[in-house]
């Protein structure tokens, strides 16, 4: 029983890691759960791969998320966003 807590423990630990530096990938499926015709990173961000560098949509978001005094970026908010 202990080791099975221990190796769940490591996996929130490894999971909430990786989320918080490599999660956003999986905000180009939400996009795309929405409606969005987003093809890739580029989306919102400068470079396919996404990361730092962000284009007007991405800031924008980011800019939102200051405003709402979010935590994190909701992908929900693009329904709003306006080029």
């Known amino acids: 029983m202990k080791s099975i807590k221990v190796a769940l423990l490591l996996f ?9 530096s490599s999660g956003h990938p999986a905000f180009l499926k939400e996009v795309k759960k929405l409606g969005i015709d987003a093809k890739d990173c580029t989306y919102c961000h400068e470079s396919a791969k996404g990361g730092k560098g962000w284009n007007r949509r991405g800031l924008w978001l980011k800019d939102q998320k200051k405003e709402r005094k979010a935590p994190n ?5 693009l329904k709003e966003y306006t080029e």
């Open 73 to 77: 970026v909701d992908v929900k908010w």
């Open 12 to 20: 929130i630990l490894v999971f909430g890691l990786t989320a918080t």
